[in-house]
Nanobody, 123 residues
């Protein structure tokens, strides 16, 4: 089991950058593929990016490819999401989760969600 806590959200102008962190408590962080999802008001929780346990493989939603970078430091039990060239449509609550199912694109395959961090991009 792992407990997760996101941080780093905030208000930024379009074109700006933010770096989100996902801190994990527990000894098994480095055994889990991890993912970032986001949820705008009234919408479903959408896949953003995922990373393998070692960090050697990464996956991105088409909408963020080339702008966002997912990474992790297992020695620090922390995962990151570097977000550049932010757009108003990136506004959402961002969640990190640990993958326990088979598909890294589907939120129902993730457990141990954090509480989320709000990202707001102004135009």
């Amino acid at each position: 089991q792992v407990q997760l806590a996101e941080s780093g959200g905030g208000l930024v102008e379009a074109g700006g950058s933010l770096r989100l962190s996902c801190a994990a408590a527990g000894r098994t962080f480095d055994t889990y593929p991890m993912g970032w999802f986001r949820q705008a008001p009234g919408k479903e929780r959408d896949f953003v990016a995922a990373i393998s346990p070692s960090g050697g493989s990464t996956f991105y939603a088409d909408s963020v490819k080339g702008r966002f970078t997912i990474s992790r430091e297992n020695a620090k039990n922390t995962m990151y999401l570097q977000m550049n060239s932010l757009k108003p449509e990136d506004t959402a609550v961002y969640f990190c989760g640990a993958l326990t199912g088979s598909s890294w694109r589907e939120a129902y395959n993730y457990d141990y969600w954090g509480q989320g961090t709000q990202v707001t991009v102004s135009s």
